[in-house]
């Protein structure tokens, strides 16, 4: 007996406006998250049950809780991820061309549509003395959490502590 499977169409783009730096995560409530740089102001979410339907539900942020370790930055490449009970996501905040003041910030939600609440900057470029850190990548590799990021000037990365909110204190980018 032969059945034959359907396969869902669907025509690129699945979402019909600009989202770069796209992260999904699927949450335990069965429903897919993305989140993406938009307009630089505060990083829209939507979700889907399929991968191909998108909602937006809402923002990361909002004017009045976006996060200002770079007062004119615009927030870019949000970086989503389930570390324990909560949703952590990760961010660059840069203002386009100043690459020593950008950096990379965390934020946390209980929930994957938020609302998330800053935890500030993880560090800046001018702190670290490494130029442009932006486009950061988490990974946890048997136990230990890792954040990984980089641009044209190279590849850098280290250690976070256990709840991926601060880098480790002996850790130092490599």
Not at 25 to 54: C, F, M, Q
Not at 73 to 82: C, F, K, M, S
Not at 135 to 160: M, N, P, Q, R, V
Request: one cysteine or more; proline letters at 6%; aromatic letters at 14%.
């Amino acid at each position: 007996m032969c059945i034959a499977a359907h396969a869902q169409q669907y025509s690129n783009p699945v979402v019909n406006y600009s989202l770069p730096d796209p992260s999904i995560i699927k949450a335990d409530d069965g429903y897919y998250y993305l989140y993406a740089t938009e307009n630089i102001r505060n990083l829209p979410i939507h979700r889907s049950k399929d991968l191909v339907n998108w909602t937006l539900v809402g923002t990361a942020f909002t004017n009045e809780t976006r996060p200002t370790f770079e007062p004119k930055g615009g927030l870019w490449a949000p970086d989503i991820n389930r570390i324990g009970s909560r949703y952590v996501m990760y961010y660059s905040m840069s203002t386009w061309g100043r690459e020593w003041t950008c950096g990379i910030g965390v934020a946390v939600a209980d929930r994957p549509e938020g609302p998330f609440t800053d935890r500030g900057k993880l560090f800046r470029s001018n702190e670290i003395g490494i130029q442009n850190c932006i486009d950061h990548f988490y990974i946890e590799d048997k136990g230990k959490k890792y954040l990984f990021w980089g641009s044209f000037h190279g590849i850098y990365g280290a250690e976070l502590t256990d709840d991926g909110l601060a880098l480790k204190s002996d850790s130092h980018p490599v």
